[in-house]
């Protein structure tokens, strides 16, 4: 059991809040005052701390830099209008940042060290939630093998730490995609289902040739046939093909979004027909041909609901419906708006107050 009382706090000497422009926030660019620190060493956690925001001494030898040892989560508080702090099923992320934890060889996490970290700094830096239309507060906890140690084997000693950014939206336009049909992000038995900061790194190259091409992002393919649709650069993908909502079914390759989980939840309430199964490029390109994909988007904490508005495929783009037509789409990015800023019934339990 953590001892809560034990997380020391050292306040920031001057706010840098008001030179945050909360009209007009980038993404990922500006972070909140004050950071969580807790370290894992000699097979327990200790020194749970908050400090200002700001580089921190760390040894050039660690597994953290070196080979990868590095898991990352993702998830985002609001204000409701009582002006409450409210976070998005924060206890999904702690689990799936765990699932990570066992595939990387890094220790698990308590609940404690999660929740009583993230409420400590929300509770220092809860002037920084945004409450503007489509802004949020982005909160990354992640955690990195901290041996000093050059030599490769799991690391004994980590470092578990949140950060949080007031942020608008990851993508200001609806996202352009092309379907990857050379590079992999993952395979089977690797890590794809985890956060591993790797998975990001290796994704870097292919993404940066498709927007070198004009797109916004890949939509990955399986790694052995490229035949099967997995999942985007930044979120997973789902699609309304006729009447049906479709997204590639959860195995190694592919992240198991809170979000993703959330739009399939809702679309099951309002009585819409759901499939979780594989969908292969040829079913989607021929669906984008004959006009029977009505709606695409990617479903991610920093990409909330984000329309597809083009698919290249074969050196051929496929236009979607306009966004406007998107019935689906449209109604469940207001849902879960509405939802994780308090504004209507949470009838899933997905909020904890903060
Ligand atoms: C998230 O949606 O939280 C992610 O981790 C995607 C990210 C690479 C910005």
Known sequence: ???????????????????VDFENIPFGRICSDHMYVADFK?????????????????????PGIHYGQSIFEGLKGYKDPSDRALVFR?????????????????????????????????????????????????????????????????????????IT?????????????????????????????????????????????????????VIWTDGKTHEFIEESGTMNVMF????????????????????RDSVLQLARKWGMKTEERKLTVKELVEGLKKGSVKEAFGAGTAATIAHIELIGYDDEDYYLPSITERKFSNRVYKELDAIKRGLTEDSFGWIQKF
């Open 42 to 62: 000699n097979g327990e956690w200790t020194d749970q701390r908050i400090i200002p925001y700001g580089p921190m001494p760390l040894s050039p030898s660690i």
């Open 165 to 217: 950014c007031p942020v608008g939206a990851y993508y200001s336009t609806p996202v352009k995609v092309k379907i990857e049909q050379k590079y992999t992000r993952a395979i089977e038995g690797g890590t794809g289902y985890a956060k591993a900061g790797g998975n990001y790194g290796g994704s870097l190259y292919p993404a940066k040739l498709a927007q070198d091409s004009g797109y916004h992002q």
């Open 1 to 19: 059991m953590v001892d809560t009382q034990k997380i020391s706090i050292e306040r920031i000497a001057n706010s840098r809040i008001g030179e």
């Open 90 to 162: 924060p206890a999904d992320n702690w689990k799936r940042m765990n699932k990570s934890a066992d595939r990387m060889c890094m220790p698990q996490i308590p609940r404690e060290i999660f929740m009583d970290g993230l409420q400590a700094l929300i509770n220092l830096d809860r002037k920084w939630i945004p409450k503007t239309e489509g802004s949020s507060l982005y909160i990354r906890p992640f955690m990195f093998g901290t041996d000093e140690y050059v030599g490769i084997r799991p690391s004994d000693s980590h470092r578990f730490m949140i």
């Open 240 to 259: 309304v093909i006729n009447d049906t909502l479709i997204t590639p079914e959860l195995g190694d390759t592919i992240l198991n979004g809170i979000t």
